[in-house]
């Protein structure tokens, strides 16, 4: 459900994939219509099936405005959101709103050049856990890290990290104390890609964990090859007014393949992965695995209180 202004920029790119997929048949009339159809006209035919899908809830991340006060750990190259490689990361908890007991976190990860995005699930925010998982998603990324910024939790700022950084020479940076709008770009992919996939429901059982990985190994797919995402380039101030200015939408592959520090190699693994997939396809299995997800939740298993006897009271005649 991306906006008319992200989804209207597209078309011309995601037709064409889907007729060769054979999930479209349109004449030309059709095509050139879809082509020359405005953001707002858009929004308003999606509008009735967009207010059918809305969640129902509160999360405690929203999108916000980086502030660039950031109190370095250790760096050996300064910030540069120019070239892909620094990554913003942060936990999702799947606590239901009950923040008690072990429960399952959703380990959220971005680029803030390409918003390329990886998130895997974990038990809990053991700190074994989220450097593991964390490791093996720096390892499947199509480029090199160069930099971590994390909020302030024990999660990240520990011994794990900071060797790991210090031994790959990885700048490693937190935010502010109490301040989300620090890590603007992560908190929005908690919201739009961890959030409108889950819910806010409780997930704390290891069949729930293993649903939740297998969403994320499509998600990440039809995340990165198929969502464009709008960065800001230039705000002005007129009065007390604030007028923003974004890029052309593009989706995290093509501003990766419009990167000069991206090698051949892995641009070429890049292409492949991108025209093996059927995007139509890839959102219906990530559809079902979300049924299977929320039927689980719904039938596991709850603890039957014990129902209490009442007493047996004798009476003496």
Request: charged share 30%.
């Amino acid at each position: 459900m991306p906006c008319g202004k992200r989804l209207a920029p597209y078309l011309e790119t995601i037709v064409p994939i889907l007729e060769s997929f054979g999930e479209l048949d349109l004449d030309e009339t059709t095509k050139e219509k879809l082509r020359s159809m405005s953001v707002a006209t858009i929004d308003r035919l999606l509008k009735a099936d967009r207010k059918k899908m809305e969640l129902k809830g509160r999360s405690g991340t929203k999108p916000g405005t980086l502030l660039k006060h950031q109190v370095p750990i250790r760096t050996w190259c300064e910030w540069d959101e120019s070239r892909p490689g620094f990554l913003e990361i942060d936990l999702v908890g799947h606590e239901g709103g009950v923040s008690r007991g072990d429960f399952c976190q959703s380990l959220d990860v971005t680029d803030v050049y390409s918003a390329w995005t990886e998130t895997r699930a974990i038990k809990n925010k053991t700190q074994v856990w989220v450097f593991e998982a964390l490791a093996d998603i720096s390892g499947t990324l199509p480029f090199k890290v160069r930099g971590i910024d994390s909020d302030n939790g024990s999660e990240f700022i520990n011994h794990h990290l900071v060797k790991y950084c210090q031994d790959n020479k990885v700048t490693f940076t937190r935010s502010r104390p109490s301040r989300k709008n620090d890590n603007c770009f992560i908190e929005q992919k908690n919201y739009s890609v961890v959030r409108k996939t889950l819910g806010y429901a409780t997930y704390d059982t290891d069949k729930e964990l293993e649903l939740l990985n297998e969403i994320y190994s499509h998600l990440r797919s039809y995340t990165n090859f198929f969502l464009p995402t709008m960065k800001l380039v230039k705000k002005t101030c007129i009065g007390s007014k604030v007028k923003k200015e974004y890029d052309i939408p593009k989706t995290p592959y093509q501003r990766l393949m419009n990167s000069s520090h991206i090698s051949k190699a892995a641009k070429a693994k890049l292409t492949r992965e991108y025209k093996a997939i059927n995007p139509a396809e890839l959102k219906r299995t990530i559809n079902r695995l979300q049924d299977r997800l929320f039927q689980t939740n719904v039938t596991k298993a709850k603890p039957i209180e014990k129902e209490e006897t009442p007493p047996i009271l004798s009476s003496t005649f």
